[in-house]
Structures are given as C-alpha cells and as structure tokens.
C-alpha cells in the first residue's frame, strides 16, 4: 500500500531530530485518519493506490510525467475562472485580489527547470509559466518593514514561507501554467506558487494568499522539521543536484 520510500531528511546522514521525530508520529497518524477519504475521492482520478509518505498522502499520477500527486488534505474543492481569487496583504500599502482572468491579463514569464522532491524523486526539464512574484510584490508596495512572505491555500491546511529576497528572485512564479498546460486541479490548479531552486514543498498548490510579513513563519512541513530555506541540494542533508 506505499508506492514510494518513506524517505525523511534525517535518512540522509542528519541527525533526527526531535521535531522531525514528532513530524513523522503526526503524519502516522495523518495518514491512517485519512488515507480512505483519499482513496474515496481520487479513485476516477488516480491509476495507483494511495499511500502515506513522509509529505503528505500520494499516489503516482497516470500520464503524470513522473509527477507524484501529494495533498495533506483529504479533499480539495476545484476553483476556477468563476470563482478562483488570490489575495495580497499584510504589510503592503496597496492589498489587492486577483481573478483569474487579471492574474492571465499580466506578463508571464516561462520556465524550464527539474523538479525535485525532498523524498528522492525527480522531474526532468519541465516548463512552468505564470506571474513572478516579484511583480505581485511591486504592485502591492511592500512596507519597509516586510522581511518575509506566507503562503496559504485553499485547501484549508498547507502554507509556505519565503524571506522576501528569496520571493524577489526571478525565478520564483505565481504559476499558472505547468508542462505547457493549464495547471488542473491535481498540480494544485489553477494557481500555484513555483520556486524552481527549491525543493518543490515549498512550490505551494491551490496557492489564495499571499502575506507580507515581518518575519518568517515556517510553512506547514517546516513546522514538521523539514528546512525552511529548501534550496535543493544544500537543505534537508540532500546533495541532488540544483535546479536552478
Ligand atoms: N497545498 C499543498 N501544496 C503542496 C503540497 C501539499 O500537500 N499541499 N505538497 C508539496 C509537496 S511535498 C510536493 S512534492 C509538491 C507535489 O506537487 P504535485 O502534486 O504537483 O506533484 O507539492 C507541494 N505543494
Ligand atoms: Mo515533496
């Protein structure tokens, strides 16, 4: 019933720590409560069974491309173009909320990097497209103040964080687009963030909001031990090659 190594960041040579030690007891526990759910909801969608991992609930996606499906909540519900919205706040002087429709109005830019999860696998040469962050950023006239960003979703639970050089990087998307298509629901769609040199936990998925702040909060698998600076290679005791 798993597909894939339960890999942690301290099976590569790093201590365990204690709060990676408490991370993999939660999500024991995540996934007993919730892997039927998952199953439930996925089986039209998923070729093979579902599984626990180290991040989060996943099954291999057909005609994927390599890609492993990973949600931490059971059920997500599907926005679009009708009813999709991503809001900037916290401390900037302009808040803003975007449509879809004004996120596919602006610049885009394109992308072709690897991609690698902090569980081993990765992705070849894949295209991402979407608004840099950078320019949501600039739109919203970032305070003096903002050290860092939080990401949240609308699947009620994951978050992600970034310091604000890090969100300023050319490389780090608003995405709407994956593998030269629109992102569907299972790769996070319509909406999600992309930071190609980072380990892809931190390339949140049903990506709502967008938080200025004064400090870093650790993102959901932060909290749970994993590296809050995730740039691959030089984080979580990995040494895969960079992406970016
Ligand atoms: N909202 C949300 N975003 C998420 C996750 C998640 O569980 N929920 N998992 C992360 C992890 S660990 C990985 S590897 C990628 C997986 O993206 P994919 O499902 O498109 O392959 O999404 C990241 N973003
Ligand atoms: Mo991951």
């Not at 597909?3 to 990676?20: H, I, K, L, N, S």
């Amino acid at each position: 019933m798993n597909p894939e190594p339960t890999e942690d960041p301290g099976a590569q040579g790093r201590p365990v720590g204690r709060r990676v030690f408490l991370g993999t007891l939660g999500l024991g526990a995540l996934g007993v409560a919730t892997a039927p759910a998952l199953q439930r909801g996925l089986e039209g969608i998923l070729g093979a069974v579902a599984g626990s991992d180290p991040t989060g609930l996943s099954g291999l996606l057909p005609n994927g491309g390599g890609f492993r499906y990973y949600s931490v909540a059971a059920s997500v519900p599907d926005r679009g173009p009708a009813d999709y919205r991503l809001t900037v706040d916290g401390l900037v002087d302009r808040p803003h909320t975007y449509t879809l429709d004004d996120l596919r109005g602006m610049p885009q830019n394109r992308l072709v990097r690897d991609v690698q999860c902090v569980t081993g696998w990765r992705v070849p040469g894949t295209p991402f497209q979407g608004v840099r962050l950078s320019r949501l950023l600039d739109a919203a006239g970032v305070r003096p103040s903002a050290r860092a960003i939080r990401f949240t979703c609308f699947d009620g639970t994951y978050s992600e964080s970034l310091t604000l050089d890090q969100a300023r990087r050319p490389d780090v998307l608003v995405a709407l687009r994956m593998q030269d298509k629109d992102i569907g629901h299972d790769h996070g769609g319509p909406v999600r963030l992309y930071v190609a040199p980072m380990y892809f936990y931190k390339s949140a998925k049903w990506l709502s909001g967008i938080t200025v702040t004064d400090r870093v909060r650790p993102g959901y698998w932060e909290n749970l031990g994993y590296d809050v600076d995730a740039w691959v290679g030089r984080s979580n005791g990995r040494t895969d090659e960079p992406t970016s």
